[in-house]
Nanobody, 116 residues
């Protein structure tokens, strides 16, 4: 059974930074892509960025220039580092993994709250 577990969220002051982690069961090489999404209250879930084990990392506009997605393939971990956090970045951040057969898996999410 595929499991994705996010961690690292919490309360942070405006201007601060966080590193979110996604632990993936099994090898990252099993997946075509691993993505980070976020969903703010009352809004649709939106893509933050995607990392491809065999290719470049893609960043959507929502956090472009303020985030970095990286991976530790040996540890089956994917990270999302966000800096210069603002209150509008408050959301639940999700990790997802997509297999070549089209199957998509989601983690339970980790809450990020940006507030003074």
């Amino acid at each position: 059974q595929v499991q994705l577990v996010e961690s690292g969220g919490g309360l942070v002051q405006p201007g601060g930074s966080l590193r979110l982690s996604c632990r993936i069961s099994g090898s990252i090489w099993r997946y075509n892509a691993v993505g980070w999404y976020r969903q703010a209250p009352g809004k649709q879930r939106e893509l933050v960025g995607t990392i491809f084990p065999t290719g470049p990392t893609h960043y959507a506009d929502v956090l472009k220039g303020r985030c970095t997605i990286s991976s530790d393939i040996d540890m089956n971990m994917v990270y999302l580092h966000i800096n210069s956090l603002q209150p509008e970045d408050t959301a639940v951040y999700y990790c997802n993994a997509r297999e070549s057969n089209g199957s998509v898996y989601w983690g339970q999410g980790t809450q990020v709250t940006v507030s003074s």
